[in-house]
């Protein structure tokens, strides 16, 4: 019981009481939606790099938006080895995700396309 409803007597107390227990079961519900619903909705909002390695999809987010970006910057801004940067824009290239263009590298079409309902 609060303090406020304290001073304001028994029946303040328990009309809170029924209605703090009336929000709790609304929200309950709101909350509360079988796990194959879930899924479902996950899986309609799931994008093609959703699926990718998490070293390719490091590599991925590193590509700028706007403009080609140069071997070593793509590396720097992800935090990995000219190597295996350059393994992952290869993989990523060949999968539609990105592309060689002039200046260095730039995404396609691919980075943020749905995967495919079955």
Sequence with gaps: MT?????RGPRAAALLAV???????????????PADEKA???????RARD?????????LEAVPVRQPAALPAIAATAG?????????????????FVAEATGGWRLEQ???SEVPEP
């Design 3 to 7: 303090p406020a409803a304290a001073r």
């Design 19 to 33: 209605l703090s227990a009336a929000v709790l079961a609304v929200a309950g519900v709101a909350w509360a939606a």
């Design 40 to 46: 479902g909705v996950d899986q309609r909002l799931e």
């Design 51 to 59: 699926r990718l390695a998490s070293r390719h999809r490091q590599v």
């Design 80 to 96: 990995i080895g000219l190597l295996a940067t350059q393994s992952a824009l290869s993989y990523l290239a060949e999968r539609g």
């Design 110 to 112: 691919a980075a943020d």
